[in-house]
């Protein structure tokens, strides 16, 4: 049972050197790693912290920031910053004339550039990693004198207690080069540094399994959110496949954001990370009844999350289809099927609508914040979407007895939160969060006198606290489980909206509604692309990219590794907010699934390009099992209907776009297009 302890957490960001506190004004992180070893490069300016921080970190341990391997009781991370001393100056991260960020790629590897100018010197840092084999990080370190004489400089940089120092002469105009390396000990828990020869000796190509991906969506902000979310999102899971929910925050695991990975790395050409992604959560993840684990536990009848079973079904139907590999469906299959079977127990089943019922809903509130038993909306959406996916994956093992049941109960299912006429989880505000077993709406939470919730939260104040709206309920819309042209899209996505900016400013949905809120109010990233993704499938064009330009409001360098919410924390008893991953899966579901349209189903690959408003062309090429799938998209004014040719074999096409059988694993499948 889960008790009011295991939401707190004894870290304390006051204690230690400012470093040790993950938000710290204006401040970003960029993300790097193999698998083997794992970096953060921190940027920040505001003079709270290092300036230039890096932190490096054993993806198979997950723990704080003030944990990372490079990190100081005392110091934090000065040490690791480049320190310069010439003609009379010291050049830092504060009296810098210009500074610029970027992600780009360096032989195929994701790489940060970061380029750092000074009266009388520029200086270009490049961190990389060298393969994709070794626990190694590279820092290239490019130093012009832009003086007119020539200069000598004194350059320093080390971690924790160790440092490397080099004197330089320079000429005038000319540049000089230095080259780090940072490896992770045998042991996993420390780090060596030294200066390296020549990077040509170290690179080579494909560091994380490195896909030919590419694609340009003719607006800035959206190639790079594009491709921040595709080098972050692989570069922090471990070669084994272990990733904290939220990092440095939670240090824990769940199912269901990493089936949310699991579906972002596949259509970005992550094929072997996203299987051993899934082979770890069926072998370790799944018990042999069919239980997953959430937030690295066991739970209880009351207290399971059943919609992770369901989640984990739809990734595992994603990867095979977008890999074409059926393994791990012979590898698990009594896990499938448990996982599967799972959900429909009878203590599940709910017997006057033949929904599925306990206490904890989709955001992890449950008993102790006041969550009564009853149907959850989320939990039948993602079973029922998992069944259909359970059904076809038998169909492809010539499993039929299975596939129809399955694909019965996914119907049924689906049917009765739609159409039961007293436990419909619908009314006229569009989808409802949840009823309670007698079929009335689930509307208030009053938390337990238990609950230990700390002073000054919105659920421990007075008054009602509200359920509804929550951002989870624009999941159907956004999984196309109803059309995105009914009344109920319609009416949602009007309800939705009073989640924006409802305790603070700035922008931002938050996860429901803030009277119910037992944490810290804030908007959240995800929880906004759910809101976006929905919009995009009913054409609300505004509402998507005011999501988009809030989410690169907060974005101070351009990193695009977003945070779980924006808003003062009260830490402890709560812990320090991180980076999630699953924000990255977000916006690439995002990018492939709604911008590019493409959708692989079992007969077919479906692709229904969408041009936000402001995009001239879509330009990609996309992995698709051993071949290619290759995006020509012209915006042009005045036509009236889009219209398309491919050089694939077609099962259908309109002005949406079209459907093309699929051949040969390693066939090229081409759309050319004009919209209006």
Same mark, same amino acid.
């Given at each position: 049972?889960?008790?009011?302890?295991?939401?707190?957490?004894?870290?304390?960001?006051?204690?230690?050197?400012?470093?040790? =506190?993950?938000?710290?004004?204006? %401040?970003?992180?960029?993300?790097?790693?193999?698998?083997?070893?794992?970096?953060?490069?921190?940027?920040?300016?505001?003079?709270?912290?290092?300036?230039?921080?890096?932190?490096?970190?054993?993806?198979?341990?997950?723990?704080?920031?003030?944990?990372?391997?490079?990190?100081?009781?005392?110091?934090?991370?000065?040490?690791?910053?480049?320190?310069?001393?010439?003609?009379?100056?010291?050049?830092?991260?504060?009296? @810098?004339?210009?500074?610029?960020?970027?992600?780009?790629?360096?032989?195929?590897?994701?790489?940060?550039?970061?380029?750092?100018?000074?009266?009388?010197?520029?200086?270009?840092?490049?961190? @990389?990693?060298?393969?994709?084999?070794?626990?190694?990080?590279?820092?290239?370190?490019?130093?012009?004198?832009?003086?007119?004489?020539?200069?000598?400089?004194?350059?320093?940089?080390?971690?924790?207690?160790?440092?490397?120092?080099?004197?330089?002469?320079?000429?005038?105009?000319?540049?000089?080069?230095?080259?780090?390396?940072?490896?992770? &000990?045998?042991?996993?828990?420390?780090?060596?540094?030294? +200066?390296?020869?020549?990077?040509?000796?170290?690179?080579?190509?494909?560091?994380?399994?490195?896909?030919?991906?590419?694609?340009?969506?003719?607006?800035?902000?959206?190639?790079?959110?594009?491709?921040?979310?595709?080098?972050?999102?692989?570069?922090?899971?471990?070669?084994?496949?272990?990733?904290?929910?939220?990092?440095?925050?939670?240090?824990?695991?769940?199912?269901?954001?990493?089936?949310?990975?699991?579906?972002?790395?596949?259509?970005?050409?992550?094929?072997?990370?996203? =299987?051993?992604?899934?082979?770890?959560?069926?072998?370790?993840?799944?018990?042999?009844? #069919?239980?997953?684990?959430?937030?690295?536990?066991?739970?209880?009848?009351?207290?399971?999350?059943?919609?992770?079973?369901?989640?984990?079904?739809?990734?595992?139907?994603?990867?095979?289809?977008?890999?074409?590999?059926?393994?791990?469906?012979?590898?698990?299959?009594?896990?499938?099927?448990? %996982? /599967?079977?799972?959900?429909?127990?009878?203590?599940?089943?709910?017997?006057?609508?033949?929904?599925?019922?306990?206490?904890?809903?989709?955001?992890?509130?449950?008993?102790?914040?006041?969550?009564?038993? #009853?149907?959850?909306?989320?939990?039948?959406?993602?079973?029922?979407?998992?069944?259909?996916?359970?059904?076809?994956?038998?169909?492809?093992?010539?499993?039929?007895?299975?596939?129809?049941?399955?694909?019965?109960?996914?119907?049924?299912?689906? &049917?009765?939160?739609?159409?039961?006429?007293?436990?419909?989880?619908?009314?006229?505000?569009?989808?409802?969060?949840?009823?309670?077993?007698?079929?009335?709406?689930?509307?208030?939470?009053?938390?337990?006198?238990?609950?230990?919730?700390?002073?000054?939260?919105?659920?421990?104040?007075?008054?009602?606290?509200?359920?509804?709206?929550?951002?989870?309920?624009?999941?159907?819309?956004?999984?196309?489980?109803?059309?995105?042209?009914?009344?109920?899209?319609?009416?949602?996505?009007?309800?939705?909206?009073?989640?924006?900016?409802?305790?603070?400013?700035?922008?931002?949905?938050?996860?429901?509604?803030?009277?119910?809120?037992?944490?810290?109010?804030?908007?959240?990233?995800?929880?906004?692309?759910?809101? /976006?993704?929905?919009?995009?499938?009913?054409?609300?064009?505004?509402?998507?990219?005011?999501?988009?330009?809030?989410?690169?409001?907060?974005?101070?360098?351009?990193?695009?590794?977003?945070?779980?919410?924006?808003?003062?924390?009260?830490?402890?008893?709560?812990?320090?907010?991180?980076?999630?991953?699953?924000?990255?899966?977000?916006?690439?579901?995002?990018?492939?699934?709604?911008?590019?349209?493409?959708?692989?189903?079992?007969?077919?690959?479906?692709?229904?390009?969408?041009?936000?408003?402001?995009?001239?062309?879509?330009?990609?090429?996309?992995? +698709?099992?051993?071949?290619?799938?290759?995006?020509?998209?012209?915006?042009?004014?005045?036509?009236?209907? /889009?219209?398309?040719?491919?050089?694939?074999?077609?099962?259908?096409?309109?002005?949406?776009?079209?459907?093309?059988?699929?051949?040969?694993?390693?066939?090229?499948?081409?759309?050319?297009?004009?919209?209006?």
């Amino acid at each position: 049972m889960i008790e009011a302890e295991e939401h707190y957490y004894d870290d304390d960001p006051a204690n230690g050197h400012p470093d040790v =506190r993950t938000r710290l004004k204006d %401040a970003a992180y960029f993300f790097l790693g193999n698998g083997t070893i794992m970096a953060a490069v921190q940027v920040s300016l505001s003079g709270e912290g290092t300036p230039l921080g890096l932190l490096v970190m054993n993806p198979e341990r997950l723990g704080k920031k003030r944990e990372a391997l490079t990190f100081d009781p005392v110091t934090g991370l000065e040490s690791t910053q480049i320190h310069i001393f010439g003609n009379g100056t010291f050049y830092d991260g504060y009296n @810098f004339r210009s500074l610029e960020t970027l992600w780009e790629e360096r032989n195929g590897n994701p790489a940060v550039k970061m380029i750092w100018s000074w009266e009388g010197l520029e200086k270009t840092e490049r961190f @990389f990693c060298p393969d994709k084999s070794e626990p190694l990080l590279f820092r290239e370190v490019h130093l012009k004198n832009t003086f007119e004489k020539t200069a000598r400089f004194s350059v320093k940089t080390g971690i924790r207690n160790f440092f490397l120092e080099r004197e330089l002469t320079v000429k005038p105009e000319e540049t000089v080069s230095l080259l780090i390396r940072y490896g992770l &000990k045998e042991n996993g828990r420390s780090v060596d540094v030294d +200066f390296f020869p020549s990077a040509k000796e170290k690179t080579r190509t494909g560091a994380i399994e490195y896909p030919a991906i590419a694609a340009s969506f003719s607006i800035p902000i959206l190639d790079r959110m594009f491709d921040a979310a595709r080098f972050q999102l692989p570069a922090v899971i471990s070669r084994s496949g272990k990733v904290d929910g939220s990092i440095w925050q939670y240090n824990r695991e769940w199912v269901r954001d990493q089936a949310m990975m699991v579906i972002g790395l596949v259509g970005t050409g992550y094929q072997k990370k996203a =299987r051993i992604m899934l082979d770890r959560l069926l072998g370790d993840f799944v018990t042999e009844k #069919g239980d997953t684990v959430d937030s690295g536990c066991l739970r209880d009848r009351d207290e399971v999350e059943l919609d992770q079973n369901g989640e984990l079904l739809i990734a595992l139907r994603e990867y095979i289809l977008w890999s074409g590999d059926r393994t791990l469906l012979e590898r698990h299959w009594e896990k499938i099927k448990a %996982a /599967a079977e799972f959900p429909l127990q009878p203590v599940f089943r709910h017997k006057a609508s033949g929904l599925l019922a306990n206490r904890r809903e989709y955001w992890e509130r449950h008993r102790i914040h006041g969550i009564e038993e #009853g149907m959850e909306m989320v939990c039948q959406l993602f079973v029922s979407l998992g069944l259909a996916a359970a059904g076809e994956m038998a169909r492809l093992v010539n499993r039929k007895e299975e596939a129809l049941h399955w694909e019965r109960e996914a119907v049924r299912l689906k &049917k009765n939160m739609l159409e039961h006429p007293r436990f419909a989880l619908m009314d006229a505000r569009g989808f409802i969060k949840r009823k309670n077993i007698d079929g009335t709406v689930q509307e208030y939470i009053q938390p337990q006198t238990d609950a230990g919730l700390p002073e000054g939260v919105p659920l421990a104040g007075k008054g009602k606290h509200f359920l509804n709206p929550d951002a989870s309920s624009v999941l159907p819309i956004a999984w196309n489980f109803v059309p995105a042209d009914s009344l109920a899209a319609a009416f949602t996505l009007a309800q939705v909206e009073g989640l924006w900016n409802q305790a603070w400013k700035g922008g931002g949905y938050g996860r429901y509604h803030v009277s119910s809120e037992p944490d810290s109010p804030g908007p959240w990233p995800f929880a906004s692309l759910f809101i /976006a993704r929905a919009a995009i499938e009913t054409e609300r064009f505004g509402t998507v990219w005011r999501i988009l330009n809030w989410l690169d409001s907060l974005d101070s360098f351009g990193s695009g590794a977003f945070f779980e919410f924006y808003g003062e924390r009260k830490s402890p008893p709560f812990p320090q907010v991180g980076i999630v991953p699953w924000t990255w899966a977000e916006l690439l579901l995002l990018f492939i699934r709604h911008v590019m349209g493409i959708r692989p189903e079992p007969d077919c690959l479906q692709i229904r390009p969408r041009l936000l408003p402001g995009m001239s062309r879509l330009e990609a090429e996309i992995p +698709f099992r051993q071949g290619k799938i290759r995006l020509d998209i012209k915006r042009e004014p005045g036509i009236k209907s /889009a219209s398309f040719k491919t050089g694939g074999r077609v099962i259908t096409m309109d002005e949406q776009g079209v459907r093309l059988e699929v051949r040969k694993e390693n066939e090229i499948y081409s759309l050319e297009g004009v919209v209006p």
